[in-house]
């Protein structure tokens, strides 16, 4: 039988990967160039950029991760940056902020309950839900086996609509 915490990282890959597949899946809600999509897909996954600290030390993770990427002020960063550069603007601007929000609830649900500084740099308070799940559970199992299943039939859609 294999430990829990020996399973930490491989559940934490998985997550990180649910975050990037969610992502992908809102980015093709609907019609949209490869760049809008990639802009989408990045505003649901930059925000664990936070989390570099952990390469440092435990404490500057600590101090970091669910702080200033998870922050509104980082959400508005990549936002304003998806309607500067996508090719539709408000419409990839739209789908990076669902793509955003929907990172911020999975991380507040699925992860064990760590809170996010969502007002951070202005405050360090911070915002968990009680009945979140731990990182290791049916629920969360449940959410990655369909975010899989979502970006399998997203690819079987985009392939159906790709003229060969």
């Not at 990045?42 to 669910?66: N, P, T």
């Amino acid at each position: 039988m294999v430990r829990r915490d020996k399973m930490a990282p491989v559940l934490t890959a998985l997550h990180f990967l649910t975050h990037v597949g969610q992502s992908w899946i809102v980015a093709n809600l609907g019609p949209g160039s490869a760049k809008d999509r990639w802009l989408v897909v990045l505003a649901g996954v930059l925000l664990d950029l936070d989390g570099v600290g952990i390469l440092w030390s435990q404490s500057a993770y600590a101090a970091m991760h669910l702080a200033a990427g998870h922050s509104l002020l980082f959400g508005l960063v990549l936002v304003a940056a998806a309607v500067l550069w996508a090719d539709a603007r408000w419409v990839t601007g739209a789908r990076a902020a669902l793509s955003f929000l929907l990172h911020l609830g999975r991380d507040v649900v699925c992860t064990g309950g760590l809170p996010i500084r969502y007002l951070w740099p202005i405050t360090d308070r911070s915002w968990s839900y009680e009945g979140h799940w731990v990182l290791a559970s049916w629920p969360n199992a449940a959410v990655m086996a369909g975010t899989l299943l979502g970006v399998v039939a997203v690819a079987a859609a985009r392939t159906r609509r790709t003229p060969r």
